[in-house]
């Protein structure tokens, strides 16, 4: 009788740790939906950013190559006053 009762024990004993690895396979689940979804969440807002950088980044390379246009406009109108300066003093 007492092979049946440890038997009995251990069976029991096993159907304890067999119900407690099954929650803690739903929690473990759980966790890892949760750990995808914000992985998703993070991926997608570092796409986000980076548009957002290659954007700003074509932006400042458009402000930079207008200024430059700008400065060598303002650079030639200086030039051309000066010309007609020194014209008016030799006439």
Known sequence: MQALDDLSHNVHLLLERYAALQQENVRLREDVERQREELIRTHS???????????????????????????????????????????????
């Open 45 to 91: 807002e570092l796409l986000s950013l980076q548009q957002q950088n290659r954007r700003i980044a074509t932006a400042d390379a458009l402000v930079a190559a207008e200024g430059k246009e700008l400065a060598e406009k303002r650079i030639n109108a200086l030039i051309a006053q000066v010309d007609r300066a020194i014209i008016a003093l030799k006439g």
